[in-house]
């Protein structure tokens, strides 16, 4: 006798007990008489969060005893102040020591559906547990004929009250839909480490139509499971040990909750309004708990900000008037030209012109949006990191337009390649610290950032650069950049008459212009995306900074986000290289991260020598220099006519995000190409106004 | 991710209700009248076999409980003196799979064995292998300076299962709402940093840290213990007044560092030099009250 046979067996026998004392009649006219049940199907979906059904729970047979439990209603009280959207009484007694009792107190303490669990088999059993007030039954599909559950469903149906429907093979989900069931428990724990186990998940749940409710119903205990269950698709789940025995019901339940509310709004869609803290399992705030104060404060400003039509108003007059927005979106003949021999595809290619901005590139839109965010929350000091120098002559730039004091850091490394941009700095009126500690170069700048930040916040804004960091830096740095995008598409339909491009090229470090240029295309399917990491000198080298090719980056937390991250079998940050030293970062922004799980955005890498030879190529067709991190996506824009020209297509349109111009790379291309002498690369040298490439 | 601690009947680990270590502790210096002297050393400075040696001297010289630190190649919440020692451990090998010898060190030399990581580490090496390895070695908790009670999912059920502390950190700007978040998830005590900004020593420390004391114990707190700028025994005795603990990081690395504070100092006048500097602590924090 399997242990569900005798649980069932025993249930039986209990019933016919009670039957003894109150008759089928009696029970039905109890039933009847009941105060009208509550529609729980309402309780178990919602877009906003997972249910959490927590169960009252003395003991199991795999478990034996786990809580005493003396007070019932006292339990189900804290469950639903903990946010619970059902109470799951066990009412059998033999191994899990639960009575029908329980059930009454509880009824008689919540106002939130109760659920039955017991090993129900006959009409009396359904009857019973509406006399006692139950919204909610289990049947067991392993314990019924396909005749018998179609019935008891039918039965318990026609009470008004909702069946969850236990299952634990896929054969089990197809006879519970046979017969009728709209709230299937679906068991995917593996059983081998009893971990949820996601395909299995999808193996179970594939078929089943939208309108069947899916509660995940087996292992869920903190969570861990249900993330993982929310990940793979439940509606809700059901949670018995993980809080009955917490030491704090109330909380123990609370954090399922806001376990499952964050899966919720980590998938939100369209793809484009994401606004985080998490992009699917990626972003977050890992951070000192001295920060969250000034990153709580930024959000809320920000928000009011975005609402607010004065601050579009003084931001975009600024763009044009300043900034020299819009760009221009530049056709590039005689580049495709060569993309075409060289690929074989037909492509129109069109460059989005960010290089033509005020300071050169992207940097300064993110720049002067957070700057005008800081007169709004007040303070007076603004700190940054910068790896090329960009975005630190970004931000020295608008806090001198600003009258905002400026303390820019910079690895060492870094600032000996980009010499000319630390004289630009200065010459703006900001303070540039070289940072000497750890690999120095953009990691380890931030790193300072953050220990300045952490010292300073009261006074300090830290106007990060990049797509990456905590939230809200993410959402809110990938909604200064999506003019790009924006203008980009505009432009093509209104200078060029092109509805839409069918691929858009960027490069991807941390990852802002990336997200800028493709924001407006996300949830356009018939744009293919593709995103180019610096490939120093490829990836078996070691020496380079892909964070998303196989064997490269894992997942972890950097500098405040969960991502992709290049790290060492102990979990240390690796040492990255590129000649690029805007590329140069071992992590990268969180919502790429999402977008490569999901599989929307093509990433891909171009090695140092294709990234100069592209810079050539262009620097000659076109006229237009390109700075090296752009240089890589120019170098994409042949791999991706490639991937278009295979994927079937002989024509295309391409856009080409220019995310910064070259001038501050002329020294680095001047050696790589030997366009200088010797002695004249020597004299650069000697003067400090450039570094070479430095590994 | 591999659940690999199971019961007997291979169901996964249940909620553990082993009493708090720390919690034990504080229990029993009450009765003494006193605060706890907690002392950080990061595992594997200057080596991986002296730190051993370190970490007990420090335990036999009147530390109750040892924060053990991981090294971390990006330690944002650490000066200069504890960068120095990470860098110093991580060039001479040191392994997180070999912390759990510290752990077992500073637990056979009498002292609570605490662990504080940067959380990359924790989750690299497996946030259920390490609550394993942690408890199997007597681990008591985990300090996380990057990781706030929000994000921490998968810790705070690795710790109930295995009845680990968790030790949250909260600082003078902090919200009383977040005082609360931070109280309510804590489990042994909270970690009030003294003031804002990075660890280090400080020549006075102000009288924030009381107030933050006070707020945090208002919002829940059970026991709070300060960090961050304690130094001198002058400085224990002030904190262990009002703290149930005084914990001390940079001052205590320092002696193990030679004056340039980027070389590990010759190893046996570095260690006699640390059991002087926790004489005189211990001392402070033992005429606190």
Not at chain 1, 511 to 527: E, K, P, Q, T
Not at chain 2, 182 to 199: C, D, I, K, L, P
Request: net charge negative.
């Amino acid at each position: 006798m399997s242990v569900l046979d005798e649980l069932v067996a025993g249930a039986l026998e209990d019933q016919q007990s009670r039957e003894r004392t109150v008759s089928l009649e009696a029970v039905k006219k109890a039933a009847l008489a009941a105060p009208a049940p509550i529609d729980a199907t309402r309780w178990l979906k919602r877009a906003d969060g997972i249910p959490v059904i927590a169960e009252i729970k003395r003991a199991s047979p795999s478990k034996g005893h786990l809580s005493d439990i003396p007070d019932p209603a006292a339990l189900a009280r804290e469950y639903e102040r903990g946010g619970a959207s059902a109470i799951s009484v066990l009412t059998e007694g033999r191994r899990f020591l639960g009575s029908l009792d329980d059930l009454d107190q509880v009824r008689a303490a919540v106002h939130i559906p109760v659920l039955r669990k017991d090993f129900i088999v006959t009409d009396y059993q359904i009857y019973e547990a509406r006399a006692h007030g139950a919204d909610l039954v289990l049947l067991i599909v392993a314990a019924l004929d396909d005749d018998t559950l179609r019935h008891l469903l039918a039965l318990a149906h026609d009470l008004g009250m909702t069946v969850l429907v236990e299952t634990h093979t896929r054969e089990e989900i197809a006879r519970a839909v046979a017969a009728g069931a709209k709230v299937i428990g679906i068991n995917a724990r593996n059983l081998k480490n009893l971990r949820v186990d996601v395909r299995k998940y999808d193996e179970l749940a594939a078929d089943l139509p939208d309108d069947v409710i899916r509660v995940a119903e087996s292992g869920v205990f903190g969570a861990v499971e249900v993330e993982d269950y929310a990940r793979a698709g439940a509606d809700a789940v059901l949670v018995g040990e993980g809080v009955a025995t917490a030491d704090d019901h109330e909380l123990a339940v609370e954090r399922l909750v806001k376990a499952g509310a964050r899966v919720k709004a980590s998938e939100t869609t369209p793809l484009s309004e994401h606004q985080g803290p998490c992009w699917g399992q990626f972003g977050g705030r890992y951070v000192p708990e001295a920060l969250i104060t000034a990153l709580d404060e930024l959000e809320r400003v920000y928000e009011e900000a975005k609402a607010d039509p004065e601050f579009h108003k003084e931001f975009m007059t600024l763009q044009q008037r300043y900034v020299g927005r819009p760009s221009p979106l530049t056709e590039a003949p005689r580049f495709a030209a060569l993309v075409r021999e060289k690929t074989g595809l037909d492509a129109r290619i069109f460059l989005k012109r960010e290089d033509l901005n005020h300071t050169g590139a992207h940097k300064i839109n993110n720049a002067l949006g957070q700057a005008l965010l800081v007169k709004r929350m007040g303070k007076t000091r603004v700190i940054a990191e910068t790896g090329a120098g960009q975005h630190g002559v970004a931000t020295a730039t608008v806090c001198a337009m600003l009258g905002l004091k400026c303390r820019i850091y910079m690895g060492q490394i870094d600032a000996r390649r980009q010499a000319l941009n630390v004289a630009r700095m200065r010459m703006l009126g900001a303070e540039v610290v070289e940072v000497t500690l750890g690999d120095k170069i953009l990691k380890d700048a931030i790193n300072e950032a953050l220990r300045d930040w952490v010292t300073n916040v009261k006074d300090t804004h830290y106007l990060l650069g990049t797509v990456a960091g905590p939230h809200p830096f993410p959402a809110m740095v990938r909604d200064f950049q999506k003019i790009i995008g924006e203008e980009a598409k505009e432009q093509l339909r209104d200078w060029y008459g092109i509805d839409h491009p069918d691929a858009v090229c960027a490069c991807v470090g941390g990852g802002s212009n990336a997200i800028g240029v493709m924001n407006a295309f996300l949830d356009d399917d018939r744009v293919n995306l593709y995103g180019y990491e610096a490939g120093g000198n490829g990836p078996e080298s070691g020496r380079h900074a892909i964070r998303f090719a196989p064997g490269t980056g894992q997942l972890g937390m950097f500098q405040g986000a969960k991502s992709y991250l290049l790290e060492t079998d102990e979990g240390q940050t690796l040492d990255t290289y590129s000649i690029s030293a805007g590329l140069d970062y071992a992590s990268v922004g969180p919502e790429h991260a999402w977008l490569k799980e999901i599989g929307r955005v093509n990433y891909s890498w171009a090695t140092d020598e294709e990234a100069m030879n592209a810079f050539r190529d262009l620097s000659q067709t076109e006229g237009i220099i390109p700075a090296i991190e752009s240089s890589h996506a120019v170098a994409g824009a042949y791999k991706a006519a490639a991937d278009l020209k295979a994927k079937g297509y002989d024509k295309a349109v391409m856009i080409v995000n220019i995310s910064g111009r070259g001038d501050k790379d002329m020294a680095t291309a001047g050696k790589w190409f030997g366009y200088l002498t010797d002695d004249q690369a020597a004299a650069l040298d000697v003067t400090g106004a450039h570094g070479n490439t430095v590994a | 991710m591999t659940n690999t601690a199971t019961t007997p009947s291979g169901q996964p680990l249940g909620i553990s209700h082993k009493p708090s270590a720390t919690e034990t502790m504080f229990d029993k210096l009450a009765g003494e009248n006193r605060p706890a002297f907690i002392g950080y050393l990061p595992y594997g400075f200057p080596n991986p076999d002296t730190s051993l040696d370190a970490l007990r001297t420090m335990v036999e010289h009147g530390v109750d409980a040892v924060e053990i630190g991981l090294p971390y190649s990006d330690p944002v919440m650490d000066g200069p003196v504890i960068q120095a020692a990470s860098q110093i451990a991580l060039t001479n090998g040191e392994s997180i799979t070999n912390v759990f010898k510290a752990v077992e060190t500073v637990a056979n030399a009498g002292g609570v064995p605490l662990i504080m990581s940067y959380w990359n580490l924790i989750y690299h090496y497996g946030v259920e292998r390490f609550a394993t390895d942690f408890e199997n070695a007597g681990g008591a908790g985990l300090i996380t300076p990057d990781l706030i009670p929000d994000e921490a999912g998968e810790w705070i059920e690795a710790s109930d299962r295995h009845g680990l502390d968790r030790i949250f950190l909260v600082s003078p700007d902090s919200s009383d709402e977040r005082l609360a978040i931070v109280s309510r998830n804590a489990r042994g005590f909270v970690y009030a940093a003294s003031r804002m900004g990075v660890t280090g020593e400080r020549a006075t420390i102000s009288s924030s840290p009381e107030q933050l004391v006070e707020r945090t114990r208002k919002a829940g707190a059970k026991h709070v213990c300060v960090g961050i700028g304690v130094s001198t025994a002058d400085q224990a005795a002030k904190v262990g007044a009002y703290a149930d603990g005084v914990i001390v990081g940079s001052a205590l690395v320092h002696t193990l560092l030679n004056d340039d504070n980027k070389t590990a100092r010759d190893t046996a006048e570095g260690l006699s030099l640390l059991a002087a500097k926790t004489d005189e602590l211990a001392e402070g924090v033992r005429n606190a009250r």
